[in-house]
């Protein structure tokens, strides 16, 4: 029971308990305005090239958003064709590939990454702290506008105009 009197301790834990129910509901703290301003500025066409990683050489880089979900093709010149999800938070993008993982910051139409590849240890399980590291650079050579499609955000047609994530892209 909570009262005036109550120890500090037990404000503490209703503090708590209201600061993370934001996090139960699935409210996110971005708003859909930053979400789409984010995405808007990776979704198209991009030009790479890589040095010091075998994996990887030069190609391209198609980004586009799937069922709400930033998706990205790589066609490289020795490795071929490469999926990657891909997580974007203010200018730090991150592609998350099937042998490893690019990060890195983006500059208006740049992005410069540094690949850390996985390693398999004893127990096949992914080591993702590799010592080796090579450098990714790429420019983006054709955008494309994510709000031709609402419904790739994950905003169905009968329900865009009741979804408060959804109504904010509306108005854009």
């Known amino acids: 029971m909570l009262c005036p009197t109550a120890p500090i301790r037990d404000w503490l834990h209703v503090g708590l308990i209201i600061a993370t129910l934001p996090v139960l509901l699935g409210c996110s ?29 030069r190609g391209s880089l198609n980004i586009t958003v799937q069922d709400g979900k930033l ?13 990657a999800r891909i ?3 203010g200018t730090r993008m991150v592609l998350d ?5 690019i990060s890195g910051q983006l500059e208006r139409d740049h992005f410069r990454g540094t690949i850390r590849p996985q390693r398999w240890n004893v127990s096949r399980s992914a080591d993702r702290h590799s010592q080796s590291a090579g450098y990714f650079v790429a420019r983006r050579i054709r955008s494309t506008s994510i709000l031709d499609n609402l419904k790739d955000l994950g905003c169905p047609s009968l329900l865009r105009e009741s979804s408060y994530a959804c109504t904010a892209l509306q108005k854009r």
């Open 87 to 89: 997580d974007v938070q």
């Open 29 to 57: 703290p971005r708003s859909a305005e930053e979400i789409v301003s984010e995405r808007e500025r990776v979704v198209g066409t991009w030009k790479y090239q890589t040095d010091g990683i075998p994996f990887l050489q």
């Open 97 to 101: 590939l099937d042998r490893g993982r």
């Open 71 to 83: 998706e990205g093709h790589l066609q490289d010149s020795w490795r071929g064709s490469v999926q």
